[in-house]
């Protein structure tokens, strides 16, 4: 590519404090005169300064003393939606219940509506704002589902518009099949059938055209049993896909467990899991991604059990889980904030939830999420004193820069 950077695409960053956030470091795994150096858009090097071996012909970066740390990963997000629901939340604020809002059109069937009627154009140009909020705020992947559209057609309108997002914007994006995410008007309240259309007919096209990367669904009174759940498991793994699943947001209908069971790479939400749950997720390894927008957004009382997660030793991601109906939230460092203010996180867990254990929830830790050499050189560089600042703040931002790939 060369341009601004060396000889064969080689940089340094010197002068710099590191929180590499690596696994099995102590606390973020902080080196205080650091440098990170990278080459064809990987990390080779990141660790002291005084013990990095000399580079020929890289382009240096003096970072002032600042702090790097892995680029953010937002591994849970509804990022692909037309129009929004402004609406609804002036109708609940002048106390209408979710009930009357649903009567008068609203809800997910309201979204639902607005991204059929959607091009697949329009749909990314809506979206691109959302993913220029996270990108500001050095995101560096994002996870989009869709859930959305809720026919073949619709469905894969959303994954396909998901995946332009990367051809228009640095960034990487990991996009989920969210077909079992509620029931469209056409199913008129036959959820077998349409779980049946969600495992013969959705799931077999969207894998067979390579759209998804993972399959999630919504296990929930509103909207389907852990049996129906199942079913569209054995089938995305029957297709190669690893799951992931909307667990125990509502109620305890034990789908951190199921999750567990079908080897999910996360369970998300999380708010009425019980220890049994937790423990479960931790035998197979199941991420739990807290998600305290929507906590926030819909006034929920019931916290998620994070002592029952320390205590485990459940991996704990943070996420946005922007979305127009629960959580229309595009700041991952507000989250932080959320999630330490509401739930006691530390510091160390919301800044391991954005980096290391957003990236294993998306089964990407090989290939971000620290700062190591052999992952891809995805950096966020803050204009800050202490990583704590990070989470502290809100409605602030101190990106100095945010490096994707090496560029
Ligand atoms: N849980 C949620 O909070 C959102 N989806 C889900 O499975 C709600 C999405 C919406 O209201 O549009
Ligand atoms: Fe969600």
Wanted: aromatic letters at 6%; a negative charge; charged letters at 25%.
């Amino acid at each position: 590519m060369g341009g601004a950077s060396g000889k064969s695409g080689h940089r340094v960053w010197r002068n710099a404090r590191l929180a590499t956030m690596a696994d099995g470091a102590t606390g973020l795994g902080i080196v205080e005169k650091g440098a990170v150096a990278a080459r064809d858009g990987l990390i080779v090097y990141a660790g002291p300064e005084a013990d990095m071996p000399a580079g020929q012909g890289a382009e240096i970066v003096d970072c002032e003393g600042r702090w790097i740390t892995p680029g953010l990963i937002d591994c849970h997000t509804h990022l692909v939606y037309a129009g929004n629901r402004a609406n609804e939340f002036e109708m609940r604020l002048a106390g209408a219940t979710y009930q009357e809002v649903a009567r008068a059109g609203g809800g997910i069937v309201s979204s639902v509506k607005s991204l059929r009627a959607a091009s697949e154009n329009e749909l990314v140009a809506q979206t691109l704002p959302r993913v220029d909020a996270l990108i500001a705020e050095g995101v560096t992947t994002v996870e989009v589902k869709s859930g959305y559209g809720l026919d073949a057609d619709n469905e894969k309108k959303s994954l396909r518009a998901a995946r332009r997002l990367a051809d228009e914007r640095p960034v990487t994006i990991r996009t989920t099949c969210l077909a079992a995410h509620a029931l469209p008007p056409e199913a008129k309240g036959d959820k077998d059938a349409f779980i049946d259309l969600v495992a013969d007919t959705i799931l077999p096209q969207v894998a067979a055209e390579k759209l998804a990367d993972a399959v999630d669904g919504f296990c929930e009174g509103i909207a389907f049993s852990p049996e129906q759940m199942a079913r569209v498991f054995d089938k995305a793994k029957s297709l190669g896909l690893p799951v992931k699943l909307h667990a125990d947001q509502l109620s305890n209908l034990h789908g951190a467990a199921l999750a567990a069971r079908y080897g999910a790479l996360s369970a998300d939400h999380l708010e009425y899991t019980d220890e049994e749950g937790a423990a479960a997720m931790a035998k197979a390894g199941t991420v739990a991604t807290i998600l305290p927008g929507a906590y926030y957004f819909i006034r929920e009382t019931k916290k998620p059990p994070v002592d029952l997660f320390r205590r485990h030793g459940v991996k704990m991601a943070v996420a946005t889980d922007s979305n127009p109906g629960t959580s229309p939230l595009t700041s991952l460092l507000l989250t932080m904030n959320m999630a330490a203010t509401l739930f006691g996180m530390t510091v160390d867990e919301c800044l391991a939830g954005v980096t290391r254990e957003a990236a294993r929830a998306l089964g990407l830790l090989e290939q971000t999420g620290t700062l190591e050499a052999g992952k891809s050189a995805d950096l966020a560089i803050w204009d800050i004193e202490r990583p704590a600042e990070l989470v502290y703040r809100m409605g602030f931002n101190p990106l100095h820069a945010r490096i994707w790939r090496g560029q």
